[in-house]
């Protein structure tokens, strides 16, 4: 793609534009932090209902419309009618603000977009600059969705087997939307079409490292070129190289910070399981009851987090929450950086977001695994088979982990046969993360080349910033 200004800049402006949810702003928002602090401007553009969630320094916030202002999402509750007013009014929000800029010291020169927004790549070929898109999923569940896309995988995947550079895969190992496309047929889409016009952007990025899925990535090179630049987590918890930079910026929730670090100061090493299902996954009342009777006859203290809209699944079981008062505590929220970093908790157990799944890699923590839906699936089956972090909790027939089942599980990864395996390569992998992300590390080489393109005023030939 060819510049339409022959403007040189001192230093580049990145507008970098999320998907308004909490597992897609975070790890944009936080590669925003890490271009700022290699020498470009970096302006995070997000939604007028989540900007309101946004504190953050060294990167500048503006706002764009998803045609919902006062409560996004919610407003509408219905996916269609959201993901085409988005970009419909995203679209000319994103148009007027590339413009605003336009006038000042520092206009923008490169837009990266959450790779589900493909719309972003129209609006940056229409004002004559560059376009990168950022996926937050993990490099193995893009490689099986750019299979999905080129027609090379048959809908619904029926069968796990063989995908090209890929470890053999069960069909319960396969991403739910590859499974059930038309159980969430626009989510579907979102995730097959975020592939479908990746042969006019500038670059590809993603958030996991060469030495967690290099081979994954290389073999689907073809199909999907992605740059492997994270993890993008803050930098406190890993090269230290960004000052005062000890979380995202950016939390939906308030979290109860002091309540949690309160309580997880009192207990002993690695004693503590922490529990979490993250932003998006809503438990039916029977998982939420089999989860609480697991954690209890675990006998082991537990920090869980239930969010207020889940919080009524527990509200049948007073005779659990008065028998936990002092092994558990239930909060809504909480930072879980913070947690996950402290020498009391010995396991989380997850959805296996992957956000989460990098946030338990690079901080070392072993994991027990409660997959439910979306890329989940697969994350578990490589915290369990492939980076041995961890073990996966089987279904029951009805779908349900059993509280039998979670007990054994958090049993096998904190005092079990292979825990101490578990344990072992949890550290390999914080090791190995670190590393990635600092100086002259595979990650950070490759966010470096990215810098220096705009920081040398002009951009290089196609083939060699693309190679």
Wanted: charged share 25%.
């Amino acid at each position: 793609m060819e510049m339409s200004k022959e403007v040189e800049y001192h230093r580049g402006h990145v507008l970098v534009i999320p998907y308004p949810s909490q597992g897609h702003i975070n790890p944009l928002l936080q590669f925003a932090k890490r271009l700022a602090s290699k020498g470009l401007k970096a302006t995070l553009a997000t939604t007028y209902y989540t900007i309101k969630s946004i504190h953050v320094s060294g990167v500048g916030v503006e706002p764009i419309s998803d045609g919902f202002d006062e409560s996004g999402y919610a407003q509408v509750s219905n996916e269609e009618a959201y993901l085409e007013s988005f970009k419909t009014v995203g679209s000319v929000t994103l148009s007027e603000l590339i413009q605003k800029f336009e006038s000042s010291d520092s206009p923008v020169n490169c837009i990266v977009y959450d790779s589900f927004l493909i719309w972003a790549l129209d609006v940056a070929k229409q004002h004559g600059i560059y376009a990168a898109a950022f996926f937050t999923n993990s490099a193995t569940v893009c490689s099986i969705f750019s299979h999905i896309h080129h027609g090379l995988l048959e809908l619904p995947v029926k069968v796990g087997g063989l995908i090209d550079g890929l470890p053999p895969l069960s069909y319960s190992d396969l991403p739910m939307l590859a499974r059930s496309p038309e159980a969430y047929p626009a989510y579907f889409r979102m995730n097959v079409n975020q592939h479908s016009n990746l042969q006019l952007v500038d670059w590809i990025f993603c958030n996991t490292f060469d030495e967690l899925e290099g081979k994954e990535a290389k073999s689907a090179s073809e199909l999907w070129p992605g740059k492997l630049i994270g993890p993008m987590i803050p930098s406190f918890y890993l090269d230290g190289r960004i000052e005062d930079d000890k979380g995202y910026g950016a939390s939906l929730w308030k979290p109860l910070s002091d309540e949690c670090m309160q309580w997880v100061n009192s207990k002993s090493h690695a004693s503590v399981i922490y529990v979490s299902f993250g932003s998006m996954v809503a438990l039916s009342i029977v998982q939420m009851e089999e989860i609480a009777w697991g954690l209890k006859n675990c006998g082991r203290h537990f920090l869980w987090v239930v969010k207020d809209s889940e919080r009524n699944k527990l509200s049948n079981s007073y005779a659990f929450i008065q028998s936990i008062q002092e092994k558990g505590l239930i909060v809504s929220w909480c930072n879980q950086l913070e947690v996950l970093a402290h020498n009391s908790i010995g396991c989380f157990v997850t959805h296996c977001g992957w956000n989460s799944t990098m946030e338990g890699l690079s901080l070392g923590v072993p994991m027990v695994g409660v997959a439910k839906w979306a890329d989940q699936s697969t994350n578990a089956k490589f915290i369990e088979d492939i980076w041995q972090v961890g073990v996966r909790a089987k279904d029951d027939e009805k779908g349900v982990v059993g509280r039998e089942e979670l007990e054994k599980c958090v049993r096998e990864v904190m005092e079990g046969r292979r825990s101490e395996e578990i344990k072992k390569n949890a550290k390999k992998w914080r090791e190995l993360a670190k590393e990635a992300i600092s100086e002259g590390g595979s990650s950070d080489k490759k966010i470096d080349e990215f810098v220096d393109a705009f920081k040398s005023g002009k951009k290089e030939d196609d083939e060699k910033i693309n190679t």
